[in-house]
């Protein structure tokens, strides 16, 4: 069964450049919060720091905060892009993920070669691959496009197109970052449509997003990070009215 | 808008576990190297995709490659087999061989340092087993070599040099030639990741070994200190296609070395995938 469990996570980016010690001192000096030294005396910014939380079927989870909370970086962990420095992880089901939704694609190939490329990325056999460029070409209507190089298509065609890869597979863990909303009204409408199925048949969602109305609207517990750490996690009403009144940051520890 | 999205196959729903605590390096790195074997399909198409834009627009494309290949073999094999007073007829085939392994070498151990680096915008965005950026970087300098390899049969067939049956060996040595491309695509790729240096330092190394390497003269030059060649493997390498194919097979020392380097590559690029491949992602 879908689900999600973290103990005490964290992740840790290592400054590899800063090399000079003045420049290393002055950093760790000025910012003592995130900024700090590891054991092997490199500057490392504590992305995540001793995050807890389990995420159940049926959760549709909002990760909300400033910039640079650390959203993304949790959403990319989930994925299994980096792993984690302390604590430990458990993802259960197919993971989908919606952070880069243009990664991976070859701009000199034409969109259907983009797409049987995706496919191969998902690790699709050729029959998958045949139905996912069907279903794809259908839905992005980028009809005689799909034959040309992508490099030749305006912002909004790249959009659809990667918007269409995307959300082509319906998982059970769906991983979002932001909106990606764009393109053409028409196509807006298809996508709204598209993301609410998606959404809806997803056991779990996790959405980072700095749009409160979306987390109202779709939510059903949001997460706020602050400085790498969880602030508050609790039902989206609780969280959100907590951020719009402007609750005060629990001091740092 | 009914059903518009396909179910993922049920072969997806997996498992995924991460404890620093315990880190289980050892399985995961044998996950992905299996994994990323069975993924090779994507990494043909990645390197067909690597080559294709390389030479976009190109009239010969790769085909260039070939043409200033043979254009270096026959002028440098006018002007050595002069200076060496060697016979052309003699002296071209080895140099071609020589010239066209060693090419192939030079290539592959350059573009290994960028395996990693060059996949980066795939790297932290999707979850890939790190040994398909390897394969990639295999599968697209193997392309590139079947556009020079066959010059070599040109060259045989132009001074009608015909290798007995033991040349069927130099598969064996292209085979080793594979194995140090994969291996060196996942410790050089992991390390000039991770150290920037790295790759003026090995296209230095690469250099030097070019004139230390008997390519364009022959061993027998160095008279008794031919004995310490051995202990090069760019040598030895190269000598185990280029043996088979113009000097009736290679010494068994030859086939020693390049066999012991092989391994050594082999068990140095594991050892340090297994320890080092969790830091991947933020080295890139």
Known sequence: MPRIRAEDLAIEFPLYHVGARSLKKRLLARTPLRLKQDESNRVVVAALRGLSFGIDRGERVALVGGNGAGKTTLLRTLAGIYDPVAGRLEVEGSVGSLIDPAAGMDQSSTGRENILLRALYRGMDDAEAEEMADEVGRFSGLGEFLDVPVRSYSAGMQVRLSFAMATVIAPEVLLMDEWLLAGDADFMQRAKERLVELVQGADILVLATHDLAVVREWCTRAIRLEGGRIVADGPVAEVVDGMARGAPVPAEG | ?284
């Open chain 2, 1 to 284: 808008m009914l059903q518009s999205t396909i179910a993922p196959s049920p072969s997806q729903t997996v498992l995924y576990v991460a404890d620093a605590a315990r880190p289980r390096r050892l399985e995961r790195a044998l996950e992905d190297i299996s994994t990323g074997f069975a993924r090779w399909r994507l990494a043909a198409a990645l390197a067909r995709l690597d080559i294709r834009n390389r030479y976009r627009g190109s009239v010969l494309g790769p085909f260039w490659l070939s043409l200033s290949t043979a254009v270096m073999v026959v002028a440098l094999g006018l002007l050595y087999s002069t200076l060496f007073t060697l016979p052309l007829g003699e002296y071209l085939p080895y140099l071609s061989v020589g010239l066209i392994v060693w090419g192939l070498i030079n290539q592959t151990v350059t573009d290994a340092c960028e395996s990693l680096i060059s996949a980066e915008g795939i790297i932290r965005q999707l979850p890939l087993p790190y040994t398909v950026h390897a394969l990639r970087c295999v599968f697209r300098n193997a392309a590139v070599a079947a556009h020079s390899l066959p010059l070599i049969l040109v060259v045989f067939a132009v001074f009608g040099h015909l290798p007995g049956p033991e040349a069927l060996l130099a598969f064996a040595g292209l085979a080793l030639v594979g194995a140090n491309a994969f291996a060196l695509s996942i410790v050089l790729g992991m390390v000039c990741a991770r150290f920037r240096d790295i790759p003026p330092i090995v296209g230095s190394v690469l250099q030097l070994a070019f004139f230390m390497s008997p390519v364009l003269w022959k061993p027998e030059l160095l008279g008794d200190r031919r004995v310490w060649l051995p202990l090069n493997p760019f040598y030895t390498l190269m000598e185990t296609v280029r043996g088979p194919l113009v000097e009736g097979g290679a010494p068994g020392v030859v086939w020693l070395s390049a066999i012991a380097f092989t391994l050594l590559t082999c068990a140095s690029a594991f050892a340090f995938f297994v320890r080092f491949r969790g830091r991947i992602a933020f080295w890139v």
